[in-house]
Each structure stands twice: as structure tokens, then as C-alpha cells.
């Protein structure tokens, strides 16, 4: 019996992984879940999970939570805080942590679980993508198992050889890591009418189902950027050793060429809880509620490469990642201020490349030792976003 701490479970991962552990009562138990704002969600869960802790992170809804429990019949012990976060991630009856904190918020908790040597099931892209160097020298020390749940990791994940050896991709004989990507919901509208594109547009997803922040990721593929940074981070490998392919069915979820010619692919209905059935398993595999893909109902497959004028958050992302840990911890906290704002009518769609180049422009790149200094930086390019756009930035 495996014991999880499923951090974000009012969150799309969180839901769906959920579903896939409640199909399985004889293999996992639920130590503790995590939510922020949508508590009813978070009791129902509770209700019927029954986890030994339900964690409240704003302090500021815990008495809400309280009622809330008392109404849904809820026996686990309530909690609140960032403190209460990194206790059920680290916890020693944990086994296994399903980090699905959307944005930065998720680093302590995730980092508190790498650090006790858990088994991490990693959605939460944007902790590594903050924290690089030192999260993967966290688990290294503490022994813990990384296991991506984004799709396209999670593919890259099992196309890679059971031997492979962190960064060795030579010995490995890979040639090419292709991370495939929609392209979101805009990747055929003519560029002249950006301007125009409103929220509701770039809330929709043409292909998958999930939260409204990674949804506008998506239309401006920052998505795929942050897992281009991630897929460095998680293999050891170069920005150089990295293609990204616009691939519109998501069917494919990604690919490994190797040096002989041949190339393996990772293919499935696009559905989370696929990649997350995998990350409880591994290495075995159980059944995860998923359509089978059926290969006679295929109408096409098409890819091509992305064009950077359309997604200029991509080509930023990339250059994030050559240029270093500041580089990318300053571009993600930018970003979720920029996403922020556009979801609250400040700024246009367009904006959002714009405020994120503007604030890595202005922040100055040091070199990154310690998680203050990370949360530092967040910090810092956080006030910068928000200056740009208080100072009415536009496109």
C-alpha cells in the first residue's frame, strides 16, 4: 500500500489523480490534500478520500475551512500554512507526493518532499524551472525519485533507454529530444488580430482539459518553454539537444531520435490522467480510466516547426535557459504577474511577451546559491512586472 500527499488536489492534476487513485483502494491510501480557494471542492474530496490531513495554504480561509468541514462530515485533522504545506510533503509516512501547485507556490512544499526523499511525481514545472541546479543536487543528495507527470516529460521519460545516464545522451545514442507542443488555440489565426484576442478565446484549449493559468500558457506557449527549461533540468541535457515541434493533434506527446535513424514516440488520447497512472506505478502500469487509442480513427498527423513571431514567449523561454537560473526564475515570476493581470482585463494578450521581456531586460542576472536567493529573485521580478504594467506597458 503506497501513502500519497496529493499537494493541489482541487487543481485539474490534483482532480485527476484523484480519479486514478480511487479506482485503485487496494494499492494507495491518502496521507493528506492541499488546496487554497476552492474549498468545497477540497471537503467533498476529503469526504470521500478520507486523508489524515486536509491543508488550507492561505491562512486566511482556515476558519471557512472549518465550517466547511463540520458540514461535509470531514474526520481529517485541518491545517493551514506554507509550514503545514512542507509537514505533509515530508512527512515520514509519506511515500509518494503529487506536486501539483500551480506556479511558484508549489516550490517549498515540492522542495521540502525532495529533500525528505520522497518519491515526487512532478507537475508542478515551474519548481524546477525556479529552482534547476538545486533541485536536482536536492534529490541527488536525499536519494529521492523524480518522476515527471507532464505529458511531454512523462513521454520523454519512457523513450528514453532504461539505461540512460543523467546528461549522457552519447552513450545513450540519442541524437534528439523532440518535445512536441498544440500550439495552442491561436496557432492558425492571423497575427493581425492578436490585439484583439480576449480571455475567454485564450482560456480554451483545443485539445486538453486544465486550469485556466497553464491554458493561457498555452496559447502563448510559455508552456512549452517552461517544459523546454524543465526537459533540461530533468535529463541533463543542452538547449541544442532540445527540438520543439508543433504537433496540433496532441497525440503524439513527445519524442527521442536516435542516432541510428530511428525514432520513438510516446502516443495516447491526450488525458492527464495517463502520464499520472504511470507516475504511481512505476514501473508497472494500472489501468487509468483512459480511452484506448484507437489508430483507425486517426484522421491526420501533422507537425511543423514553431514560428517564433507568433509565440515570442517560446523564443524568451529558450533564451532564459541559455542565459542562466536567474534568467528563468526572473522569467516565471514574471510571466504569472503578466497572466495575471491579462485575466484580469489590464493588459492584452499581446502584453504578456512584452512584460515578460521588458522585466528580464531590467533585472540584473546573478548567480543563484541558495532558495532565498531564488525566492528573492521571484520577488524582484515580480515588483519589476508590476511596475511595467502599473506604468501602463503597451503592446
Known amino acids: 500500500m503506497q501513502t500519497v500527499t496529493v499537494l493541489g488536489a482541487t487543481g485539474s492534476i490534483g482532480c485527476n489523480t484523484l480519479d486514478v487513485i480511487n479506482r485503485h483502494p487496494d494499492k494507495y491510501r491518502i496521507f493528506a490534500i492541499t488546496g487554497n480557494n476552492q474549498l468545497k471542492l477540497l471537503m467533498e474530496q476529503a469526504n470521500k478520500c478520507s486523508p489524515r490531513y486536509v491543508v488550507i495554504a492561505d491562512p486566511l480561509h482556515y476558519s471557512a475551512a472549518l465550517e466547511l468541514a463540520k458540514q461535509y462530515q470531514v474526520e481529517a485533522e485541518i491545517l493551514c500554512g506554507q509550514q503545514a504545506l512542507e509537514d505533509v510533503s515530508s512527512a515520514p509516512e509519506v511515500d509518494s507526493v503529487m506536486a501539483a501547485i500551480v506556479g511558484a507556490a508549489g516550490l517549498l512544499p515540492t522542495m521540502a ?96 482539459s486544465m486550469g485556466r493559468k497553464i491554458t493561457i500558457d498555452s496559447a502563448t506557449m510559455m508552456n512549452k518553454g517552461l517544459e523546454f527549461i524543465e526537459v533540461c533540468w530533468l535529463f541533463g541535457v543542452k538547449s541544442k539537444d532540445i527540438d520543439v515541434v508543433i504537433h496540433p493533434q496532441s497525440i503524439i506527446h513527445s519524442m527521442v531520435q536516435y542516432v ?136
Open 113 to 208: 518532499a525532495v529533500k525528505a526523499g520522497k518519491r515526487v511525481l512532478l507537475a508542478n514545472k515551474e519548481a524546477l524551472v525556479m529552482s534547476g541546479a538545486l533541485f536536482i543536487d536536492a534529490a541527488n543528495k536525499s536519494g529521492a525519485q523524480i518522476l515527471p507527470i507532464d505529458s511531454e516529460h512523462n513521454a520523454i521519460f519512457q523513450c528514453l533507454p532504461h539505461n540512460f545516464t543523467y546528461g549522457d545522451l552519447g552513450n545513450s545514442g540519442i541524437e534528439k529530444i523532440l518535445l512536441t507542443g498544440s500550439g495552442g488555440p491561436f496557432r492558425e489565426r492571423a497575427l493581425d488580430t492578436f490585439g484583439s484576442i480576449t480571455v475567454d478565446e485564450a482560456s480554451t484549449h483545443p485539445n486538453w
Open 260 to 395: 541510428d535513424g530511428s525514432v520513438i514516440a510516446q502516443m495516447g488520447n491526450p488525458d492527464m490522467r495517463t502520464p499520472i497512472a504511470y507516475g504511481l506505478a512505476h514501473p508497472q502500469r494500472i489501468e487509468a480510466g483512459v480511452k484506448p487509442l484507437n489508430f483507425k480513427e486517426i484522421v491526420d498527423f501533422s507537425f511543423k516547426t514553431p514560428c517564433y513571431e507568433r509565440y515570442p514567449n517560446l523564443k524568451l523561454a529558450i533564451a532564459a535557459c541559455e542565459a542562466g537560473q536567474c534568467a528563468t526564475t526572473s522569467l516565471n515570476a514574471a510571466n504569472e504577474v503578466a497572466v495575471e493581470h491579462f485575466l484580469h482585463g489590464n493588459i492584452s494578450f499581446c502584453d504578456i511577451a512584452k512584460v515578460n521581456e521588458a522585466t528580464l531586460n531590467a533585472m540584473s542576472m546573478v548567480e543563484m546559491n541558495s532558495i532565498q536567493q531564488l525566492l528573492e529573485q521571484d520577488s524582484l521580478a515580480r515588483v519589476k512586472a508590476n511596475e511595467l504594467i502599473r506604468g501602463k506597458f503597451q503592446c
